[in-house]
């Protein structure tokens, strides 16, 4: 790389409201999200914080900013227009670059009325600017203003020598389970991709909603295609992949071709603090390349900002992360 690059990795922040939703939140699942969402959830998740993250982003000076989804509760129209006021805030589609959560697919619903609001920010780079081998890895583009299918991931975006792929493990599931799935295609376009663009010098950083590690999420919240996607990194690899789902940090790492590949789950961006270890994070990556060859040819760094309640704004959070 000629120069560092700087992303920000926020998640799960849940900042909407479900006032007003109407007979919609009697239908199927969406009463218990209703429930859940007016005995806790509400009172756990802050629009306020939120606010003060993306000040302290923007402070950061980050070149891209990585979302991996559940902006929403239930999936209400309505929850997914305020979103886009939220992501407006954050910033602009071209260096906002956001996969959707099993929240954001919490009910079947029409594209029209809840993917769709959020196009700019779910494609990937223009088709145009990939040469064939790379476009022979994704899907067709869609129409300008139609998001992405499940069926079309994965998205790629390209910065430099960075390379961003967005996966969609969010698939309507059954009340009181919360797990996800990738499907044999999306997978299958995963490792031709990261082959290739290990091929060309790229340092990769995989984006997806759900945890990748074998242990510590029950069945029922668990990515269903686990193992699948542990055994593509383990034959092509790649320097990163963040996540989201727990709203908690979580640090693991999965054996890759040459060195294990850290697995990053980031906290909820607007938690209030419910429980000692979900008070509000996100985190911040600098990419450097190092000049070499193998897996040590970029150097990797990161830092957790975390709010700080005293003070209403975040400050850095001297742990480590990687």
């Known amino acids: ?39 806790s959830r509400r009172r756990h998740h802050d ?13 950061q000076g980050v070149d891209r900013i990585l979302v991996t989804g559940d902006l929403t509760h239930v999936s209400l129209e309505s929850e997914f227009l305020a979103a886009v006021r939220q992501l407006e805030a954050l910033g602009d589609p071209e260096r906002v ?23 700019d920010y779910l494609v990937g780079d223009p088709f145009s600017t990939f040469d064939d081998e790379l476009a022979a890895c994704l899907s067709a583009p ?6 992405p299918r499940h069926e ?19 698939i309507p599931t059954p009340i009181f389970r919360a797990g996800g799935r990738l499907g044999p295609e999306q997978l299958d376009r995963l490792e031709r991709l990261l082959a290739l663009l290990a091929a060309r010098g790229m340092c990769r950083v995989v984006m997806i909603h759900h945890p990748v590690a074998a ?17 593509v990194l383990a034959r092509v690899g790649a320097e ?42 996100y985190h911040v990556y600098r990419v450097r390349g190092a000049g070499l060859s193998g897996p040590d040819r970029f150097e990797l760094s990161a830092e957790i900002r975390g709010y700080d309640a005293s003070q209403g704004e975040f400050r850095r959070v001297d742990e480590p992360l990687l």
């Not at 869609?142 to 998001?147: I, K, L």
């Open 142 to 147: 869609a129409p300008a203003g139609v998001a």
């Open 152 to 170: 079309d991931y994965p998205t790629l975006r390209l910065s430099g020598r960075l390379a961003t792929i967005g996966l969609c493990s969010s």
């Open 215 to 231: 242990k510590g999420e029950p069945a029922r919240r668990a990515l269903s295609d686990g193992d699948d996607l542990r055994a």
């Open 1 to 39: 790389m000629s120069a560092d690059i700087c992303f920000a990795h926020l998640s799960d922040w849940h900042a909407t409201s479900l006032a007003g939703g109407g007979a919609a939140l009697f239908r199927g699942k969406r009463i218990s999200g209703w429930a859940s969402w007016g005995l």
């Open 240 to 281: 990163l992949v963040v996540h989201g789902h727990k709203h908690r940090r979580r640090i693991n790492r999965v054996p890759g071709p040459v060195a294990d590949v850290p697995i990053i789950g980031v906290p909820s961006s607007s938690e209030v603090g419910s429980r000692p270890d979900k008070h509000a994070q």
């Open 97 to 119: 670059f956001l996969i959707p959560g099993n929240h954001d697919c919490y009910v079947p619903a029409s594209a029209a009325s809840s993917w769709d609001h959020w196009a």
């Open 47 to 59: 629009p306020r914080i939120l606010a003060a993250a993306f000040r302290d982003v923007h402070a």
